[in-house]
Structures are given as structure tokens and as C-alpha cells.
């Protein structure tokens, strides 16, 4: 319990910093994903059904923030976090290259998402600005925050296991 409550409050913290302190960054052309850098990675640590309902909470978090119709969001971070559980079979604690893979992998299937129902229904249709001025730097922001980030949740991780086996 202590585990899942502590990480709805740095998913809480993530969407915080994401949507409230970053945009007032003015040097920052591009912003982390922090949101979908914590769902792959809890998804990725502890399996497809932790994924899917941290997928779940952060896809309603961003759902209530942004406008548009409620469950764009949430569709695809419950898939993000499910499809992202199902590595869990190839989870090392130390292993840094696969959820560096696994970030850029989401970061670039959530930017085409935004892309395709955002922007190409609306008949815009030049994919290389998109491509060179948004997709590109979030990428690149997302996959190094993957490095610092996935080693905090990694140390969380292993801090709660000593609790709880200290406690047994």
C-alpha cells in the first residue's frame, strides 16, 4: 500500500512540474514527458496490471487538464502502460538500455497519436515541421530525463523493498 501511495504522489508531483512549472522554463522549447516517463516505468517494473492502472490515473489526470474529448489521453497511457508491463519478463534493476529504448519508443508513439487526431485531422499536414520543431527535441528532453528519473524510481524501489523485508 505504502508503495502504490507513494507513487500516485510523484505521479501527482510529475503532472505538477509538467503542466505548471515547465512551461514557465522560458529557454525550454520542449518539455520532459514525465507523466509517461513514470507509466512506462512503473509498467516496466512491476508488470502489466500495475501498468495499466497507472496508465489509467495518469491518462484521467491529463484528460481533466487538457480540453477535447475525455479518454484521448487515457487510451493511450493505458496502452502505453499495458503494452510496456508486458517487458517485465526482461526486467533487470541495473539494465539502463531498454527503458532508454522503451522511452523513445513511447515518446515517439504518443507524439505521432498527438500528430494524426490533433493536427492531421485538421488537414495540417506538414508532419517534417511537426517532426523538426516538436517531436524531435521532446524526444531527445524525454529520453535524458529517462536516465535521471528511472534511476530515482529504481531507488525508490529498492528502498521500499528493504522496508518491507525489515518489517518481515
Same mark, same amino acid.
Given at each position: ?59 484521467? #489526470? ?13 487510451? #493511450? ?74 534511476? #530515482? ?16
Amino acid at each position: 500500500m505504502k508503495r502504490f501511495l507513494l507513487n500516485v504522489v510523484l505521479m501527482i508531483l510529475a503532472f505538477t512540474v509538467q503542466n505548471c512549472v515547465f512551461p514557465l522554463i522560458p529557454f525550454l522549447t520542449a518539455t520532459p514527458n514525465l507523466l509517461l516517463i513514470l507509466t512506462f516505468s512503473f509498467g516496466f517494473i512491476y508488470g502489466k496490471e500495475a501498468g495499466l492502472l497507472y496508465g489509467l490515473f495518469a491518462g484521467i #489526470l491529463l484528460d481533466l487538464f487538457y480540453s477535447g474529448p475525455f479518454g484521448f489521453y487515457t487510451l #493511450l497511457f493505458i496502452n502505453i502502460g499495458y503494452f510496456n508491463g508486458i517487458c517485465t519478463q526482461y526486467y533487470y534493476e541495473d539494465y539502463i538500455n531498454l527503458p532508454l529504448v522503451m522511452s523513445l519508443v513511447n515518446e515517439l508513439i504518443y507524439n505521432l497519436y498527438i500528430y494524426v487526431f490533433r493536427f492531421l485531422i485538421r488537414g495540417r499536414l506538414n508532419i517534417l515541421y511537426y517532426l523538426r520543431e516538436l517531436m524531435i527535441p521532446e524526444i531527445i528532453f524525454t529520453v535524458v530525463t529517462t536516465l535521471f528519473l528511472y534511476r #530515482l524510481i529504481l531507488f525508490i524501489n529498492r528502498w521500499l523493498k528493504r522496508m518491507e523485508n525489515r518489517r518481515d
